[in-house]
Every structure is written in structure tokens, then in C-alpha cells.
């Protein structure tokens, strides 16, 4: 096992996109103290910020608040990172595989574009959680991504596959344009979700306001959610019963795009 | 002496058909020029009584204001270069070449008006058109989220209501126009229909607009909240798609309302659907006389159109993330530069409170907030009055701004062109 425990707190942001669990595993203490990291412009060695322990090993802990700390994890192939304090932005963007868990909040764009692995936050995740950068044609494309907390707006936006679930509430805009993939929504689901939908699956368990592009179906239990729930109960999700037995109604949409997408809203009744 | 043709680069729409008249050194007169532009070229043609660069209060030579300021700025680890709406284009350049000398980030006034258009459009595309076009052919005008009577007072007589076009030898008569606001506003009485919304509802309205389009279902319980019907929304449908050739006008009450880049996102997949029946265009209501510029300079140079970051040398774009409110905010800014534009007083209080905390360098043609908070400041000459330069009209089209009276204050790209060779200088 590797720490890395923050021992100056940079006062700009400090872009440590080397600070993978895949370039670590052949590398020594001093090798890993010396690999380069963005501070502003210049480029400072990370052993400048971080007291480095261990080395040759897949398994990070990093400890300290590190939200200015941005693409911690980025791109990463292997391993697991495990963050006792806030992660900043681009948490796991575009990560491949392994594992990233944060017990703090973690920044704007955290697995962005990411296509393999899991991410678990245990605070609350910022905008674009999961979601696509400007101009790109698609976000994660598969992958898993867990939120204890809240997440922002556009969470899990040009989705192509993958599942995005947070337990408490997400922002607007929420699985806009979505290709494919799942986002389930324990809080309250924001304005305008699904927007632009071509496939997909969002689920809530409030009633949110939706677009005029999206029609009521039918009311009936899909049997695939119980295994995406199983699967959340097993990933620590305390998921209650009658979630896996109820009813949900199904509206399906957006009509303006494919409109195969589908929005479920748990049935109390 | 009178100059015929002169731009008035006060707003987006660039009229060229000023005509100035000049007495000794001073415009005393600029006919055809809309309220707006009057007051422009009178506060821009005063007399200069300011030294031309100061530093900490203090009067200095231009040549020491440069020094100090490129000092300033090379020891800054994340500088931010901001504004650049109300300068030329061969400004913007140099300001554009001195962010990649520093490694900062630059963004423009886009960033906090018409920055959601931009990033709708790298989403999905721009069906757009001249405002040539939309006077010789535009049949249907939507004004959505704007005020042009008071924000650009000339675009209706000049562009798009009352100008007599090739095929619009009516003017106002071959003309719909159609204005959508939360309120009405002195624009109001040029409306043949006006839509007043609820305000943060926009996106739900062109959405649906898009669905009656294109002849798909749409939920009126959708509506409920928006303060329209479906019948009037069918109706501004049928118009939009019986239409020969229509122009919708966004403004910035769909870029900086709930959905931003959203709102825009909608409108332009609206257009884009339109052109399906008809032809229909889409131009972005755009504010200051070179804020079209800033844009296509930066990404002529960048690829990117605002919140450009050089940090590595290369240029990345984030918006949220390299853009000036953002980086204030989160205090990751380490230096600030200002050109032409007045950031003390206009972005929010969190980030102006930065703006207080780090070594700020102003560039302007007045005094200003940013100008009097600034440890440096310079003095510039307008481009359009006292400099000459390239703007682009809010529909991309570029037209050169001659000088009309002398300077005794360094034009913009005079001071940027300077502060970056003295910069590249210290950096080596």
C-alpha cells in the first residue's frame, strides 16, 4: 500500500493527474515523490505537496483535504484509490478501470467520459458527475458511479452506458441526451431529466416535473431494476423492499429525440 | 469636417452609416447613430484628463506602467486576462499571444452573456445567417429573451422589422415579427404576437415547440408552469413553419436563465428542425461591439471560443473551470488582467472580493471601478473614435473601424503589443 498524505495545502490548483494507481505500481518512494505535478504553471514534484509512503503497490490512500487537487485518478487502467478527505475536480475522468472510493465530496466532472470501473463518494459530487466534457459526443461509457451525497446538474449528461446511482438529490438536467446507460435517483430527480433522451433508463422515487416530451405508459415492476437494486444493495446502498417489488410507472420520452428512453417513478400506491 | 460611413462600435449590430461631424478635435455631432451611439462618440470624443498609465495612484510614464505590469504578471502562477469586448481584434490578438506567454487563462465578456450560446453551438452546429439576409429575405423575426428598443435601438429599423429588403420592399408590412419575453418591454409595440412566459421556463417552451414541429405529442400537463397554452404554441408553430424565411434572435434572457447553454441548445435544434419545412436562422443577440470578435479571435488562434487555459502550454477549454467567474470565485487566480471592460463592477461580489486580493492591471479608454481598484492602470484610446481596428458584427461579418480624432493615449494593441514583448523578455 502507497500514502500519500497532503502536507502543504497548494494554493492554486494543483493538476495531479499523475497520481494513478497504475503508474505507481513500478515505481519506488523516492520515484513516486518525484513525478511531476501542475502547480498553476509550473510543474513541481509531488513529494513538494505530499508525504509519499510505500511504493510498488496498486492500492493509493491518500489522506488531507485535497479539493483543489484536481484530475486525481484520471485515465487510471488498474488498482484502487482511496481518498480520506474531498477529491477535486475530474475525479476518474475517463477511467478505464479499478476502483476510486472518496470519504469526502469530490469536485465538478468526476468520472467524466470515464469507461471502466467504479467510483464511490461517500460525500456529495459536483456538476457534471458522469457527464460529457463540451463539445464531446458522449460521457461515461460504462463504468459505475455511487453517491452518497448529492450530485449537481447535468449528472450522468451524454451518458453512453454505465450506471450512475445517488442516494440523496441531483441538480438539473439530469441524464440529458443520454445515448444509453442507467441513473437512479433516490433524492429528488431536478428539472428537465432526460432531456433529449435517445435510450436510457432514469429512475426516481419522488415524482419529478417532467418535460411535455415525455408520455405515460403504463404502470408495472420491471424485473432487471431488482438486479441493478441487488446490485446496489451489495455495493453498500441500503435498498428497501418494497423498492424491488413495487410498481413503478413508465413514461417514455424524450419525443424529440429517439424516444426508446424511459423515465420510472416509484408507485407508492 | 464631417466623416461619412463611420461604425459606431457602441453595440453588436456595428452601424456603418454614421455620419460624424468634427470641430476642433471633438465630435460635436453623429447623425444617424441611435441614443446609445450618441452617447457613445460624446463621452469617448472629451478631451483626455487622465495620465496615460499610473501605478499605485501614481502618474508614471507609459514605459514604467509596462514594466510594472509585466513584472506583476510573470510572477503570477495562474493569471487571468479578461474582457477585450470593447477593443479590436488586432488587440485581442496580442492579448491572446501574451496568456500563452504566461501560462494563464483568458477569457472574454462571452463568458458572462453569450458563453452558453457557445457552447450550444460546438454542440450542435450553428444554422445561422447575415443580418444582410435577414433584412433582404426574413419574413418571420422572434425576438426571445431581448429588448432591442433600448439594447440595440437600430436593429429593428436597420436589420430586421422596418428595413426595406430585395424581397421585403415592404419592410414592416412583408414582416411577423413575434417577441417572447417574461415582461413587456418598450419592444413590446413592435410585436405583431408577444408570448409572455413565466420567467426560467424557456427550455420547456422551445421543447415543446420543437415536438409541435415536428408534428410529435406533447403532454400539456408539461406546460402547466410556463404560462402559455398549447394552442398558442401551436399557433407560433404554424407560423414558424409557413414562414419563407424566418430568423430567430436569441438573447440574453435565454443564455443567463435557468438552462443556459440548454436554452440555447434547444433553440438551435428548433432552428435546425425548421429547416426541415422552411428556412430559419438563428443569431445570438450579441452586446458589446467586439464581443463577436473576441470570440473569433480566440478561436482563429485557440480553437476555443471563451475560457481558454495555457497552464500547459497548450490551450484546454473548460467552461466552469478556466472561465473568470469561476476561477475568481474559487480564489485560483493569482493576477488579473483587464481589457476594456469593468469587471469590479459588474461580476458578482465573490468574485470581485478576489479582484481586491490580487495584483490587478487595468486597461481601458475611462475610469472605471476595475480602472480605480487596479495597482496598474493605463489609459487607452477608443477603437472606433481615437484608433483604428477590425470589429465583427454580431453576425460574424467584420468591418474596419477608421480613427476619427487624435490620441494622446497608446491604443489598446499598442499597450498589449508592448506588456507582451516585455513579457516574452523577462520570460526568457
Known amino acids: ?269 | 469636417m464631417q466623416i461619412e460611413a463611420a461604425i459606431c462600435a457602441f453595440c453588436g449590430c456595428l452601424c456603418d452609416d454614421i455620419v460624424l461631424t468634427i470641430e476642433s478635435d471633438r465630435i460635436v455631432q453623429a447623425k444617424n447613430a441611435c441614443a446609445l451611439g450618441k452617447a457613445w462618440y460624446t463621452a469617448h470624443s472629451r478631451p483626455p484628463d487622465l495620465p496615460a498609465a499610473r501605478v499605485d495612484g501614481k502618474s508614471v510614464e507609459v514605459e514604467e506602467a509596462i514594466e510594472a505590469a509585466a513584472i506583476l504578471l510573470t510572477k503570477a502562477r495562474y493569471p487571468i486576462l479578461y474582457g477585450l469586448s470593447s477593443t479590436s481584434c488586432e488587440a485581442q490578438r496580442h492579448a491572446v499571444a501574451l496568456a500563452e506567454a504566461l501560462g494563464g487563462c483568458i477569457d472574454c465578456c462571452t463568458s458572462v452573456c453569450h458563453g452558453p450560446s457557445g457552447m450550444a453551438v460546438q454542440g450542435f452546429g450553428e444554422p445561422t445567417c447575415t443580418l444582410g439576409e435577414v433584412k433582404n429575405r426574413a419574413d418571420l423575426v422572434i425576438y426571445w429573451g431581448s429588448n432591442p428598443a433600448e439594447s440595440h435601438p437600430r436593429h429593428m429599423s436597420r436589420y430586421a422589422v422596418t428595413s426595406k429588403g430585395r424581397l421585403t420592399p415592404n419592410g414592416r408590412k412583408n414582416r411577423t415579427v413575434v417577441l417572447v419575453d417574461v415582461r413587456s418591454t418598450p419592444s413590446s409595440r413592435f410585436a405583431d404576437l408577444l408570448l409572455t412566459v413565466r420567467p426560467g421556463i424557456d427550455f420547456e417552451i422551445l421543447w415543446a415547440l420543437r415536438a409541435l414541429v415536428l408534428g410529435r405529442k406533447v403532454e400539456p400537463a408539461g406546460l402547466a408552469e410556463t404560462g402559455i397554452t398549447l394552442a398558442q404554441l401551436t399557433h407560433l408553430a404554424e407560423l414558424m413553419k409557413n414562414c419563407r424565411y424566418g430568423v430567430l434572435f436569441a438573447g440574453q434572457g435565454l443564455t443567463q436563465s435557468a438552462g443556459n447553454q440548454m436554452n440555447l441548445s434547444a433553440a438551435i435544434l428548433l432552428v435546425r428542425d425548421l429547416n426541415q419545412f422552411t428556412k430559419f436562422a438563428i443569431i445570438p443577440m450579441r452586446g458589446h461591439g467586439n464581443v463577436t470578435g473576441v470570440d473569433q479571435v480566440l478561436t482563429w488562434q485557440t480553437g476555443y471560443p471563451f475560457g481558454v487555459n495555457f497552464s500547459r502550454g497548450y490551450p484546454r477549454f473548460n467552461p466552469g473551470e478556466f472561465t473568470m467567474v469561476d476561477v475568481l470565485r474559487r480564489k485560483e487566480a493569482d493576477a488579473v488582467l483587464s481589457v476594456a471592460s469593468d469587471p469590479a463592477a459588474s461580476l458578482p461580489a465573490e468574485a470581485v472580493q478576489r479582484l481586491t486580493e490580487v495584483p490587478l492591471i487595468a486597461i481601458d479608454t475611462h475610469e472605471s471601478e476595475t480602472t480605480r481598484l487596479a495597482r496598474v492602470s493605463f489609459m487607452a484610446s477608443t477603437v472606433g473614435i481615437r484608433a483604428s481596428g477590425t470589429a465583427y458584427r454580431m453576425d460574424n461579418v467584420p468591418l474596419f473601424l477608421k480613427q476619427a480624432l487624435t490620441s494622446i493615449y497608446p491604443s489598446d494593441e499598442e499597450i498589449l503589443g508592448r506588456l507582451l514583448e516585455r513579457v516574452r523578455e523577462l520570460k526568457a
Open chain 1, 1 to 269: 500500500m502507497i500514502r500519500l498524505a497532503l502536507k502543504t495545502r497548494p494554493d492554486l490548483p494543483l493538476e495531479a493527474d499523475t497520481i494513478r494507481p497504475d503508474y505507481f505500481a513500478q515505481k519506488t518512494e523516492a520515484e513516486i515523490a518525484k513525478l511531476p505535478v501542475l502547480h498553476g504553471n509550473q510543474f513541481c514534484a509531488l513529494g513538494d505537496f505530499f508525504n509519499v509512503r510505500g511504493g510498488a503497490s496498486d492500492q493509493l490512500v491518500l489522506e488531507g483535504d485535497l479539493a483543489q487537487v484536481k484530475r486525481i485518478g484520471t485515465g487510471m487502467e488498474y488498482g484502487q484509490i482511496t481518498i480520506h478527505g474531498n477529491a477535486g475536480m475530474h475525479l476518474g475522468a475517463g477511467m478505464r478501470a479499478g476502483e476510486i472510493v472518496v470519504f469526502g465530496d469530490a469536485g465538478d466532472w468526476a468520472g467524466a467520459e470515464m469507461c471502466g470501473g467504479k467510483i464511490h463518494i461517500h460525500g456529495n459530487a459536483g456538476h457534471g458527475l458522469g457527464g460529457a466534457y463540451r463539445g464531446s459526443r458522449h460521457g461515461m461509457n460504462r463504468g459505475m458511479i455511487l453517491v452518497e451525497g448529492n450530485a449537481g446538474n447535468e449528472t450522468g449528461s451524454l451518458m453512453r452506458r454505465g450506471l450512475v446511482a445517488v442516494r440523496g438529490d441531483v441538480g438539473e438536467f439530469a441524464g440529458a441526451f443520454v445515448i444509453a446507460g442507467t441513473l437512479i435517483v433516490f433524492g429528488s430527480l431536478g428539472r428537465r431529466a432526460g432531456a433529449g433522451m435517445k435510450r436510457g433508463t432514469i429512475v426516481a422515487y419522488q415524482q419529478p416535473e417532467l418535460l411535455p416530451t415525455f408520455t405515460f405508459d403504463c404502470v408495472y415492476q420491471p424485473l432487471y431494476l431488482r438486479l441493478i437494486l441487488q446490485t446496489l444493495q451489495l455495493e453498500g446502498f441500503s435498498i428497501e423492499e418494497e423498492w424491488r417489488t413495487g410498481a413503478y410507472r413508465r413514461y417514455s420520452g424524450d419525443l424529440n429525440a429517439l424516444g426508446k428512453g424511459e423515465i420510472f417513478v416509484y408507485d407508492q400506491h
